[in-house]
């Protein structure tokens, strides 16, 4: 039965390579049905908020408001970014609900941004903004038909 198998399915490393050879890159099954980029904004945008928050404690010369209020709205919001992206990863069918904190979330970002003199102000916002904006207009990929056999069988029972 091993041969059989075999014989009609290529091996993985066949596969590979007739993938990169017709230059069809394909996206395995699991990540098809997730908004891989909007999650992967979101996480960068997240760890660049927390980071900025934290840079406003250690490096207290580039806080305008006071270091205490800048680590608590970058722990805060930096913490709801990556809640949201996080929660777009595990459940992918809520988008909406997640885009949406992701996007509220971010906008207190703006406050680190000014506190910082502007260092990382344009790039944990928009990256956080953007994933958001990018999982609220997901659309999951339809799931293909049943087979024509799997009608008929579905039908007899």
């Known amino acids: 039965m ?11 490393s066949n596969t590979y390579l007739a ?3 017709e230059g ?6 699991s990540h098809r049905m997730k908004p891989v980029r909007a999650i992967l904004l979101s996480l960068a945008g997240g760890l660049v908020v927390l980071a900025s928050g ?10 305008v408001f006071a ?6 709205v970058g722990l805060i919001s930096g913490t709801l970014i990556l809640v949201g992206a996080l929660g777009l990863w595990m459940v992918p069918r809520r988008h909406m609900l997640w885009g949406l904190i ?3 979330s971010s906008v207190p970002s703006l406050l680190i941004g000014g506190g910082l003199l502007g260092v990382l102000f344009p790039i944990g916002f928009m990256l956080s903004l953007v994933g958001g904006i990018l999982a609220v207009q997901w659309k999951p990929r339809p799931v293909a038909p049943p087979t024509l056999r799997a009608r008929r069988v579905a039908k007899t029972r």
Do not use: M
């Not at 091993?2 to 993985?12: F, G, H, M, Q």
């Not at 270091?67 to 608590?72: I, N, T």
């Open 24 to 29: 069809d890159f394909r996206i395995p099954q």
């Open 54 to 63: 934290l840079a406003g404690a250690y490096i207290p010369k580039l806080a």
């Open 67 to 72: 270091p205490a209020v800048l680590v608590a």
């Open 2 to 12: 091993s041969s059989i198998s075999s014989a009609k399915r290529p091996t993985d």
């Open 19 to 21: 993938i990169v050879r």
């Open 102 to 104: 992701v996007v509220l």
